[in-house]
């Protein structure tokens, strides 16, 4: 507890009640990311005077003081997370909507080539890939028979001439 005090002193915030909680609840489920809402509903039953907008203040503030992140998921709506200061990237599922993180140095290192080919200065490094989670897709796939073909796009190098195998 005296920690939290202390990390919400060093960002500035006045350790109030509802930011300790918060915090504390971020802090128990690290790499898990939440709305608003599920923040509310998971800490309305032991404290019962904090309301949704009070939850949602507190998370703003947290995401300012740099103490969390909140990342946009497909919906434009925020979910909110812990910001433990790794760098990391998403993966939604769209259809029960769970929210995975992954690290990766080459995405990291690949940004910031793409980043300084355009010249332009990033200042929030996101990538979000969304599709089906594994337990989804096994949900899917035990539902259909057959997967419907997709086309197949092959390139065809027609009357490219291989390298090093030049007619003399
Ligand atoms: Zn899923
Ligand atoms: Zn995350």
Avoid: W
Wanted: charged share 25%; with cysteine; glycine share 8%.
């Amino acid at each position: 507890m005296d920690d939290f005090h202390k990390l919400l002193e060093h960002a500035g915030l006045r350790p109030t009640s509802p930011r300790i909680k918060v915090l504390g609840f971020l802090r128990a489920h690290a790499h898990e990311h939440f709305s608003a809402e599920q923040v509310y509903r998971s800490l309305a039953s032991d404290e019962r005077n904090m309301s949704l907008s009070t939850i949602y203040r507190v998370l703003g503030q947290f995401v300012e003081a740099g103490l969390g992140s909140a990342v946009v998921i497909g919906d434009g709506s925020l979910v909110y997370e812990l910001n433990d200061g790794r760098r990391h990237y998403h993966v939604m599922c769209n259809a029960c909507g769970s929210i995975e993180e992954f690290a990766d140095a080459e995405i990291d290192a690949r940004l910031k080539e793409v980043a300084a080919g355009l010249k332009f200065s990033v200042s929030d490094p996101r990538v979000m890939l969304f599709g089906l989670c594994a337990a989804c897709r096994d949900r899917d796939m035990s539902t259909k028979t057959a997967l419907p073909e997709k086309p197949v796009l092959r390139h065809q190098p027609a009357s490219m001439p291989e390298p090093g195998n030049k007619p003399r």
